[in-house]
């Protein structure tokens, strides 16, 4: 199986700030490669698929990049709203999709 | 609208089974690749099993000969035959769209609510 690394595990930040999660794979997995938004008691929301591709309706303060191996997901301008937890994950293996470890974004 | 709603989930004892049900609206599962993906409480996600639209079958290791996804292409509803049922398989359980973007990057895109399986004594 393909193992995703997410880091940090968790992060403090303030309105406003820039926030960066990195998420690396245990081999190359192209740019098959997405990020997803969770808050507590709810489901898992899709930000960015392929990458760096953002989904239909979600703000454009989200965007992804990377390729390979190693992937970035950033918050250009956190905003109240964006204060949850948020996990990788890789579609390159289709049978065997596995999701990173989480980070939670908490309020400084 | 394009939802999901499962249900079925309940307290069940070790060795035991569930089914877990997941209704569709707004969209054809059997024209879809479809997912279950489930949480533990106060963990991660954990693919669980995928159906193709062909029909074909993929399952984690961990689930691997005792839990079985089937689909009823008349209700248009997804489900996940779960035997043999350990401690560490209780979780949350959610059933998921997986949208292929480009024919070629897949994404869970759409997400049931979830329902809650405790596996205990």
């Known amino acids: 199986d393909i193992q995703m690394t997410q880091s940090p595990s968790s992060l403090s930040a303030s309105v406003g700030d820039r926030v960066t999660i990195t998420c690396r794979a245990s081999?190359?997995?192209?740019?098959?490669l997405n990020w997803y938004q969770q808050k507590p008691g709810k489901a898992p929301k899709l930000l960015i698929y392929a990458a760096s591709s953002l989904q239909s309706g979600v703000p454009s303060r989200f965007s992804g990049s990377g390729s390979g191996t190693d992937f970035t997901f950033t918050i250009s301008s956190l905003q109240p709203e964006d204060f949850a937890t948020y996990f990788c994950?890789?579609?390159?293996?289709?049978?065997?999709?596995?999701f990173g470890g989480g980070t939670k974004v908490e309020i400084k | 609208e394009v939802q999901l709603e499962e249900s079925g989930g309940g307290l069940v004892q070790p060795g035991g089974s569930l089914r877990l049900s997941c209704a569709a609206s707004g969209f054809t599962v059997s024209n879809n690749y479809m997912s279950w993906v489930r949480q533990a409480p106060g963990k991660g996600l954990e693919y669980i099993s995928l159906?193709?639209?062909?029909?074909?079958?993929y399952y984690a290791d961990s689930v691997t000969g005792r839990f079985t996804i089937s689909r009823d292409n008349s209700k248009n509803t997804l489900y996940l035959q779960m035997n043999s049922l350990r401690a560490e398989d209780t979780a949350v359980y959610y059933c998921?769209?997986?949208?292929?973007?480009?024919?070629?990057?897949?994404?869970?895109?759409?997400w049931g609510q979830g329902t809650m399986v405790t596996v205990s004594s």
């Open positions: 998921a769209r997986d949208e292929w973007f480009g024919d070629l990057f897949g994404a869970f895109d759409i």
């Open positions: 159906i193709y639209s062909g029909g074909t079958t």
């Open positions: 994950q890789q579609s390159y293996s289709t049978a065997q999709l596995t």
């Open positions: 081999r190359s997995i192209s740019r098959y």
